[in-house]
T-cell receptor, first 113, second 115 residues
């Protein structure tokens, strides 16, 4: 069974631009969560989607948004990029998001210049 | 509030020796506990988890962890370290009784196995 895939793997953007990252979960998994990893703040939860609905949200500004499609694929969008948004963005999937193991993708490394 | 602490930023161990990576947690309920490993330029790879039952959990690649409720700890162990175990290890907790699925991660421990 294929793992979680994320595209693109690397991105370079400039301040003020917006960016969209994509995540395809493991087949059959309906819960998708997004995390931000930075050297300073570590791993922080962004949001979780299940059945096309945001079920839970972390403490990030409204510039960070996401959505989930009927095939469980998810996208996250960051508008008006800031230098501090430079990070590794990780997507994780699980069956229903009710305590099962979350399996992570390889991440998208975003550099904001 | 929930939190996870990994008190050691760096752990060095000689190849063949036993290794321990420490994790303590603070939650206001029953936790799910996880260990993940991250290799350079990679995502997180699941090692093992504790939900309920036997306090000793066995996971991938020969790793195991012991859940200690009285000490609120969930230390990761391996009897004999390999050079290939060198990586960044994260402990994480998820609250059992809430509807939230998000994981709270520790700050990570970099394990270096010396040949």
């Amino acid at each position: 069974k294929a793992g979680v895939t994320q595209t693109p793997r690397y991105l370079i953007k400039t301040r003020g631009q917006q960016v969209t990252l994509s995540c395809s979960p493991i087949s059959g998994h309906r819960s998708v969560s997004w995390y931000q990893q930075t050297p300073g703040q570590g791993l922080q939860f962004l949001f979780e989607y299940f059945s096309e609905t945001q079920r839970n949200k972390g403490n990030f500004p409204g510039r960070f948004s996401g959505r989930q499609f009927s095939n469980s694929r998810s996208e996250m969008n960051v508008s008006t990029l800031e230098l501090g948004d430079s990070a590794l963005y990780l997507c994780a999937s699980s069956l229903t998001g009710r305590g099962e193991t979350q399996y992570f993708g390889p991440g998208t490394r975003l550099l904001v210049l | 509030a929930q939190s996870v602490a990994q008190p050691e930023d760096q752990v060095n161990v000689a190849e063949g020796n036993p290794l321990t990576v420490k994790c303590t947690y603070s939650v206001s309920g029953n936790p799910y506990l996880f260990w993940y490993v991250q290799y350079p330029n990679r995502g997180l790879q699941f090692l093992l988890k504790y939900i309920t039952g036997d306090n000793l959990v066995k996971g991938s690649y020969g790793f195991e962890a012991e859940f200690n409720k009285s000490q609120t700890s969930f230390h990761l162990k391996k009897p004999s370290a390999l050079v290939s175990d060198s990586a960044l290890y994260f402990c994480a907790v998820r609250l059992l009784q809430t509807g939230a699925n998000n994981l709270f991660f520790g700050t990570g421990t970099r394990l270096t196995v010396i040949p």
